[in-house]
């Protein structure tokens, strides 16, 4: 038992608070134990000289302590900061550098300000894990802006203190310990469980292999607990730490783009090709759902430069020769007009006993650099005379699919995407995907 009550293992209460400076990109107040550290995120347009037309950005910090964060007055700083805010902000920086990938950056700067307003150990631990906190809020900001388009984060980071105190390995030292502490360790790592730096110093002895182990070991378990907590802070834009991958879809059909999303959604970070930036309209002029969908792939992924899923789908009828095939979406000359093409579907339909029918779907992935690739999938059902249900959309009310006895707009989303034209294309292409990402790597 500590002096506080801790057990030798059992760090400190951590509390994070976002958005602390609203004038801040980021922002947070970060508290463990009595320490507390105000860390803000200010995003700048452009780079230092070194880095000028490199296509990349620069991630820095900055240090210092309040004149009352200590029992004792501390100097502010002049122009010439004191040794010791340096060499912390310094590794600040270092430790965050290695959470962003620059060149998703931009040619950007993001500055972290670290400002100690109660020191009781750990402020150097405590402002890292708090920037780490900042930086993301700031990243979601630019994303929101539309500055960035996918998050540069690419490791989450984290740190904390341990020590040897009376001979015994602690973690998480409190001023007092850590100001009579035998060793003294810093533990900064990533959500691999990787070190980004170890500080580790014999202040009053040498420290043993076994010791190291312990203070690592109890490192490692205090740093995911940290992990949690800034997840805990940032809620949902915690999705902006090591995100998927991007994937375009080059369609502006809500309908079909939240498909594709609940898809793909565990793979890949799936965004539309408005989001993308690509507003232009593309002439669908191929003879098959396979030629069009590569069509639409090719000309997103040539805008955009990023990886594009399109697909091309319809409705194809036997007793019609297969219309409406590749005009489904404009078979009464109206794109999108649903009505008009079920209306019409149904009168050239009428009197037929043959009402087979089938939705088909082909799907093209265009990887820059790389020949477009194609999945195919149907699923066969049976036309009705008159339309059932208000779910789904296109063809949908009039498609039965017979092994539920439902349309496709009378079943639930995850009925649908379960047994879909789409989903099974999807299916295919998902195994595509793997095989492409396994000659990659």
């Not at 740190?159 to 009579?180: F, M, T």
Request: proline share 4%; aromatic share 4%; charged share 25%.
């Amino acid at each position: 038992m500590r002096q506080d009550g801790r057990m030798a293992a059992q760090a400190r209460p951590v509390e994070i608070q976002t958005d602390f400076v609203r004038t801040a990109a980021g922002s947070c107040l970060i508290a463990t134990g009595n320490t507390r550290v105000i860390c803000t995120a200010s995003v700048e347009e452009g780079v230092p000289p070194f880095l000028k037309g490199k296509g990349q950005g620069w991630i820095t910090a900055e240090y210092a302590m309040l004149p009352a964060s200590t029992t004792q007055r501390k100097k502010r700083d002049g122009i010439k900061k004191d040794g010791r805010s340096v060499e912390i902000q310094r590794l600040i920086g270092r430790s965050l550098r290695q959470a962003v990938d620059m060149t998703k950056l931009g040619e950007r700067t993001i500055t972290l300000d670290c400002d100690v307003l109660e020191a009781d150990g750990g402020t150097r631990t405590a402002s890292i894990t708090g920037a780490m906190v900042a930086l993301t809020c700031a990243v979601d900001r630019l994303m929101a802006e539309g500055k960035l388009l996918a998050s540069p984060i690419v490791h989450q980071v984290a740190a904390i203190s341990c020590g040897v105190v009376d001979n015994v390995p602690c973690l998480d030292l409190c001023y007092q310990e850590d100001s009579s502490a035998q060793v003294d360790m810093n533990v900064v790592m990533n959500e691999r469980g990787e070190f980004i730096e170890l500080q580790g110093t014999g202040e009053g002895r040498a420290f043993t292999p076994e010791e190291l182990a312990v203070l690592t070991s109890y490192g490692r378990q205090g740093v995911e607990n940290l992990m949690r907590a800034q997840r805990e802070a940032l809620g949902e834009r915690a999705r902006h730490i090591c995100p998927k991958p991007p994937l375009v879809v080059a369609s502006g059909n809500a309908h079909k783009l939240r498909e594709l999303q609940h898809i793909f959604g565990d793979y890949y970070t799936v965004v539309s090709m408005k989001t993308a930036g690509f507003r232009g309209d593309i002439d669908e002029n191929a003879a098959t759902f396979a030629g069009n969908a590569v069509l639409k792939a090719e000309a997103v992924c040539a805008a955009t430069g990023l990886p594009t899923l399109a697909d091309d789908s319809g409705l194809t009828v036997d007793a019609l020769d297969g219309e409406p095939g590749v005009l489904s979406a404009r078979y009464a000359g109206v794109h999108g007009d649903d009505a008009a093409n079920n209306a019409l579907l149904l009168r050239r339909m009428k009197g037929k006993t043959a009402r087979a029918a089938a939705f088909q779907c082909a799907i093209a992935l265009k990887i820059p650099g790389r020949e477009a690739l194609v999945a195919e999938g149907s699923c066969p059902g049976v036309l009705l005379e008159e339309e059932r249900g208000n779910g789904g959309f296109g063809y949908d009310p009039l498609f039965l699919y017979e092994p539920l006895g439902k349309t496709f707009a009378e079943l639930t989303e995850e009925e649908k995407n379960q047994v879909s034209h789409r989903a099974r294309a999807c299916e295919k292409m998902l195994a595509i995907m793997k095989e492409v990402q396994g000659e990659c790597e």
